[in-house]
């Protein structure tokens, strides 16, 4: 959930947004009724970069999207016969 507030009010609660934010919001912060920042907690943020870096990632995101194809066609391999098939 996105929630607006203005800079003077974030600066006021800054020390207690901590407790207010979940893993799925975001505080949109405004300066004059304009977008200046986004709030988010770091978990969040983490999430977002890592995603980023996979789908910019040409031979990552690839493999990412041919493992769910895999699964979606239930082409799943154990993973002991994976291993034994790496020492091969």
Not at 55 to 61: C, G, L, N, P, R
Not at 65 to 74: F, L, R, S, T, V
Request: without cysteine; negative net charge; proline residues 0%.
């Amino acid at each position: 959930m996105v929630k607006q507030m203005s800079i003077s009010e974030t600066r006021r609660k800054i020390t207690s947004l901590e407790d207010e934010l979940s893993y799925d919001d975001t505080i949109s912060v405004t300066n004059h009724g304009k977008e200046v920042f986004a709030l988010l907690r770091w978990d969040t943020y983490e999430s977002i970069a890592e995603t980023l870096e996979i789908i910019s990632d040409e031979e990552a995101f690839t493999e990412l999207k041919d493992g769910i194809a895999q699964i979606a066609n239930n082409q799943l391999v154990d993973f002991d016969e994976f291993v034994k098939n790496q020492n091969v």
